[in-house]
């Protein structure tokens, strides 16, 4: 296939810069400790230095996949369908949700919102990043706030993205794995302190599973 044609493609959607697929239990948020079928899209810029998937970030590296391909894939295992990155909205996605909804298949995704909306979404998980910030449509899809805590003053900017979310938005707060000992204490007690929000773990990290 031609540069250009395959260009033309993912501009559309039907074709993604795909990293990895997988069935796994869902290991943060809301959804903890179900089962779902992951699709991680290459590219960010997002640049978090703490990420654990900095793999993804040159989309150049993850070869474009014809998305009606990730869709039978995903049709084979699970009912829902988690789409990350990466940032996965750095693409258009409105391809990918219609065919899986169309297969009966819920859509969830999770995005630092930095980039366009769209897709078609049954749960919107949104974790800003402070080095580039969600655009306001992002706060208005999100069923979920994630906020990553790696210092103290992760917890006045998790107030400040709260702030910005509907109000029956579920508020999570989550450690960051190489700061979990020094930080989980500190988010328990402000959990506490402040009901709104709940505890996040990355459970799948416990579990030693993907």
Not at 190 to 204: A, C, D, F, G, R
């Amino acid at each position: 296939m031609l540069i250009k044609e395959v260009q033309e493609l993912i501009n559309t959607g039907e074709m993604l810069p795909l990293m990895e697929e997988f069935y796994t239990i869902q290991g943060e948020g809301a959804h903890t400790g179900t089962a779902a079928y992951f699709i991680r899209i290459g590219g960010c810029d997002v640049g978090c230095h703490w990420c654990d998937v900095k793999e993804s970030w040159d989309a150049n590296l993850h070869p474009p996949t014809k998305t009606d391909l990730i869709v039978e894939n995903a049709k084979k295992y699970a009912e829902t369908v988690v789409i990350t990155g990466g940032e996965p909205l750095m693409w258009s996605l409105d391809y990918i949700t219609n065919k899986l909804q169309e297969e009966g298949i819920k859509t969830h995704i999770e995005t630092s919102g930095a980039y366009n909306f769209s897709g078609v979404w049954d749960w919107f998980c949104l974790s800003p990043k402070k080095t580039k910030l969600p655009l306001e449509r992002a706060y208005q899809e999100a069923d979920e706030l994630k906020m990553i805590i790696h210092n103290k003053n992760d917890f006045q900017f998790a107030e400040e993205q709260a702030a910005k979310v509907g109000k029956n938005c579920k508020l999570f707060l989550q450690p960051e794995w190489s700061k979990k000992e020094k930080m989980t204490p500190l988010i328990i007690d402000y959990v506490m302190e402040n009901p709104k929000w709940k505890i996040s773990l990355q459970t799948h990290k416990y579990l030693n599973i993907p």
